[in-house]
């Protein structure tokens, strides 16, 4: 399934954005023949490919494939290091949800940041990996990928999930939209998440259908029935059905546990306070 986002009001990474839904509104502004590329074209239901080449934060040689080898759904973001403004406040607000999230990157799902600057060093990868690890504070070893590539490698990839970004010559800086793919574990894309603003609710339901059934408890999946996709937004909403059939849950757990609490007390009352009197006693 492809679907293309256009995103005419989206602007130079030096300029600031318009809100956390911006990204999916149409407004009715010219749009300079340089952006008319920078857009979303969802390839819901495409793969990536497993053998695209980067260079991780440690300097390894490291293949795409090699972050979905097991059974593990990708959070993907493509961004650059150096990029003072718009990447700084997608990145913090993804940093911002992982960390309300309760799930930690590494359990159950990975993290990968891809730069779509092929000047990019990855000692400049690792600063942004140690500083984004720091703030988060669960250790060193959290499982989020900072890489960076050849332009060759980095087009590819972006082509392949539909992400559209430019390079601007006079402001040496790149336009970009800001979009969070998710990859199911055999790298078919899942899912998009649009904004500057995310929440851990969005992150969490977005991984469970990538996951394909493998990420949530049963109690997660009860919650996520109760709420939808919201195309025009690019975030899960609650359905007013979905919310009576929660609520009609709850009732029905509170009503029975009320029961077994009664029950519970009858059964144990003729012990507690009805002790028989000995036949004979003068009591």
């Not at 199911?184 to 998440?193: E, F, I, K, M, S």
């Not at 029975?256 to 036949?279: K, S, V």
Request: with cysteine; charged share 20%.
């Amino acid at each position: 399934m492809t679907r293309s986002r256009a995103i005419p009001a989206l602007l130079f990474s030096g300029l600031v954005a318009w809100g956390a839904g911006w990204s999916r509104v149409a407004v009715a502004v010219d749009v300079p023949t340089q952006l008319e590329e920078v857009t979303v074209v969802e390839h819901l239901g495409d793969r990536v490919d497993p053998t695209l080449r980067f260079t991780d934060h440690t300097g390894a040689d490291v293949a795409l494939g090699d972050y979905l080898s097991d059974g593990r759904p990708v959070l993907l973001t493509l961004n650059y290091y150096s990029c003072a403004t718009l990447c700084g406040v997608q990145l913090n607000a993804l940093h911002g949800a992982l960390k309300e999230l309760d799930w930690t990157a590494g359990e159950g799902f990975r993290v990968v940041t891809v730069s779509i600057n092929p000047r990019e060093t990855p000692e400049l990868a690792q600063q942004k990996r140690d500083a984004y690890l720091a703030s988060l504070g669960r250790g060193d070893d959290v499982d989020w990928n900072f890489l960076v590539a050849d332009e060759d490698q980095v087009r590819a990839l972006a082509n392949q999930v539909g992400f559209g970004y430019r390079f601007d010559e006079k402001s040496q800086q790149y336009a970009h939209p800001a979009v969070l793919t998710f990859l199911a574990p055999d790298g078919t894309v899942a899912r998009y998440v649009y904004g500057l603003e995310y929440q851990a609710q969005d992150l969490r339901f977005a991984l469970m259908e990538a996951s394909e059934g493998r990420l949530g408890s049963p109690v997660d999946k009860l919650i996520l029935s109760c709420f939808h996709y919201d195309e025009t937004v690019g975030r899960y909403s609650a359905t007013a059905f979905g919310v009576m059939r929660l609520g009609g849950v709850a009732s029905i757990l509170f009503v029975g546990g009320l029961g077994f609490a009664m029950w519970r007390r009858e059964r144990l009352r003729p012990d507690a306070l009805h002790t028989e009197t000995p036949e004979g006693s003068d009591a």
